[in-house]
């Protein structure tokens, strides 16, 4: 597979302040790349420039296999997306639409020919003599998509362009999107902080922290290895349960320290004894039963039903977050047993926070 952005050892200084710290990155051709991450992380930053809109400090970058560091944001030919979709207001959909080809000098007919091929394809035929303030956010949103597709660039860079939108229209668009990247055969890198916004539309999940990338994989392989306890907390929701844990004697229990909470786990390899570790746990992988028949029993404290799901969190430091799924007659301040299988654990160094 061809690779269409490449990263090597980049480096971006915004004065004193280290944004993006050794960034190495291959993206291949046809690929949809999600970046993620917690606010100031440096997503924007990475994406930036990509486009040119940045210089990186140190570092090659290539695209299309030419080295891109220092040619301008107009000749390397990718095509930014933003959440503010940066419409023309004073023109009609189809004059934003064509304005970038116009601009190139192609003429007239072929502009408009051109701009209601791509409305075709984004459901905005009907919305071309619109101006933007006559439109809903959807729809500016699919129209600042139009503008980046109509001028076929070697990749698309999104950011965030679905966070204006309200939660329903969000997830209607997350699918838009990756459809219409299917269709296009586009490589496509999209900025969130939303994880699941990343797992579902991505190929490719980049998880970044300060600057650095801390994890990248298949969405899967993230959510069922994360190389440590940033991620793993990162990835998923409701959130991976940590629980402050040491290794006992026999090198092979585990005695959980869950506030007034004790429990045993018994893991299927062997530890140094007295070793401090954090268990991760993720919460579709506790299981309820009666008081004594689990574990460990924890009381409730919260009971919170979704309809198809319920979780139940319990009253325990740190909190522990057990899952019954299906419809439950569980209620706070009873006794639940739990019931954790050892080969559903994640385990980390307690110093560290890297994977055991
Ligand atoms: N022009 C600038 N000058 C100085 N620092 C900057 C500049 N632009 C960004 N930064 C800093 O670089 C870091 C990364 O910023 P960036 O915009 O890439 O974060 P982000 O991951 O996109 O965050 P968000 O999710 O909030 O958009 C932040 O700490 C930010 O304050
Ligand atoms: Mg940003």
Redesign the pocket.
Known sequence: MTIQIELRGVNKH??S?H?LKDIDLSIAEGTFVALV??????????L?SLAGLEKISTGDLKIAGQQMNGVPPRKRDVAMVFQSYALYPHMTVEENLTYSLRIRGVAKAQAKKAAAEVAATTGLSHLLGRYPRELSGGQRQRVAMSRAIIRHPKAFLF??PLSNLDAALRVHMRKEIRALHDRLHATSVY?T?DQIEAMTMADHVVV?RD?IIEQQGKPLDLYDAPVNKFVAGFIGSPAMNFIPAMVGDDGKTLALDLGTVRGILTVDRTLQPGRKITVGIRPEHIGIAEAGQGSFDVPVAVVESTGFTAFITAATTPELIVVETGRSTVRPGDMVGVRISSDQLHLFDDATGVRV
């Open positions: 915004y004065g302040f944004a991450g917690p606010s100031g992380c440096g997503k924007s930053t990475l930036r950011d965030e900025v902080h970044m600057g």
